[in-house]
């Protein structure tokens, strides 16, 4: 394979993590950041055995073990009544599926594979808006707002959920869901009277909203995660997501959760968006990776663990030896189904969290009969990463509503 160099536009997790796969091979990367500098916004991030299995395989594992937290459990609460609805033992997790399940500060993560990139060579290059995208006789180019332009082999643009790449090659729009997130990443000493679980992950579902809450940095500080459905947004109004609508959304949550609502950053919120799943994310020599192929709601927790493995999958194909174009190829005929699952099932999940009435009290008698220890839900995604369509795992059984009958009362 001729290594005149892989340009990575998008200098976030998915694009720093492609970096470090492809320059693993020994190809010569140039990471295009459009910010003054690399950083990452946001808060706390769950990582998935899945991916830590990844970061074993990078090195990276102990520095983000030891940046991060490794809970005990994941725990599913009623957001209403606040009662136990089921729980993954994740040290049993653990010794499924090999490596553990971690919380971690999402700039932690970021500054991770920042380190990881610049110890394999990685050019970091900041200030660098990309506006086109182009295929030439021997790679592919990026055009650059000041008129300038970059060649390579290959251009992988991880540009993110409005990315410049997505909408020039396929044009799709975002899906508006109508849900935004809140968040807070709080010091633990300002939350020890808010009934909190300091080595868990702990979820309340409820209807139209759900509220997460789970410790970083060693227990030294809680993430805090509250989303709800926007009057507004279903009304189709600008002004949506807002803090009065966040307040209105939790006022009959249990007290657990109505203590933290008002510990959420107020001065920014997340609208989420997703886009509807495609399978041509290679035009030429231009590769979509992460948010920029497959951005999902955010309810399975494989956003960046999704864009993480795009990378690795691309960079063992890389290493095959048979050139770029099969190893694209091959690159797309895995991750693109796959991550059609995921994006199409996060959509599902967030359903079923965000039910009312009777069909509530359906999902929490299927919830409290499942065995703390059954992992027939979490095989298909947790397992090791696929390479080829014929080691996908098949989904998960689908249980449905009605073959329960609600609880009075419950």
Not at 3 to 19: E, K, P, Y
Not at 310 to 328: C, E, F, N, S
Not at 353 to 378: E, M, P, V
């Amino acid at each position: 394979m001729r290594n005149r160099g892989v340009i990575v536009v998008g200098g976030g997790i998915g694009g720093l993590s492609a970096a470090l796969a492809l320059a693993r091979q020994g190809l010569r990367v140039r990471v295009l950041e459009r910010a003054r500098e690399f950083g990452e916004v946001g808060a706390g991030i769950q990582i998935a055995p899945n991916c830590t299995r990844l970061l074993h395989e990078y090195g990276l594992l102990t520095e983000a073990t030891a940046l991060g937290v490794l809970p005990d459990s994941i725990i599913m609460r009623d957001a209403l009544d606040g009662s136990e609805l089921t729980r993954l033992d994740l040290a049993g997790l653990r010794r499924r599926y090999g490596f553990p399940y971690m919380v971690i500060h999402r700039s932690d993560l970021h500054g991770i594979f920042l380190r990881g990139c610049a110890q394999e060579g990685v050019e970091l290059l900041t200030s660098q808006l990309v506006t086109s995208y182009e295929n030439t006789p021997a790679g592919a180019r990026v055009v650059l707002a000041d008129g300038s332009s970059q060649d390579a082999d290959v251009v992988i643009a991880a540009d993110g959920l409005h990315s410049v790449a997505r909408q020039q090659l396929i044009g799709d729009a975002t899906v508006n869901s109508a849900y935004v997130a809140y968040r807070a990443a709080l010091p633990i000493d300002q939350v020890l009277g808010n009934g909190i679980a300091r080595t868990d992950v702990v979820v309340y579902i409820g209807p139209r909203c759900h509220f997460v809450q789970y410790p970083l940095r060693g227990g030294e500080m809680l993430n805090q995660v509250a989303v709800f459905q926007s009057p507004r947004a279903r009304d189709g109004r600008e002004d949506w997501g807002t803090p009065d609508e966040l307040d209105a959304a939790f006022g009959a949550a249990c007290e657990n959760v109505r203590k933290g609502i008002p510990l959420m950053w107020r001065d920014r919120w997340w609208r989420m968006y997703d886009r509807d799943p495609v399978t041509s994310w290679v035009h030429g020599r231009v590769a979509l990776l992460g948010d920029a192929a497959h951005p999902p709601l955010q309810y399975m927790a494989q956003g960046a663990i999704m864009a993480i493995e795009d990378g690795w999958v691309l960079g063992q194909h890389v290493a095959r030896g048979a050139g770029w174009d099969a190893a694209l190829a091959a690159y797309q005929a895995v991750r693109a189904e796959h991550c059609r699952r995921v994006v199409l099932t996060a959509r599902k999940w967030g359903d079923l969290w965000h039910l009312d009435g009777a069909k509530r009290l359906q999902r929490n008698a299927i919830l409290c009969a499942r065995d703390t220890h059954d992992y027939s839900f979490t095989d298909w995604i947790y397992g090791p990463t696929a390479l080829t369509p014929d080691q996908e795992p098949p989904l998960y059984p689908d249980i449905p509503l009605d073959s329960v009958q609600p609880t009075v009362g419950a």
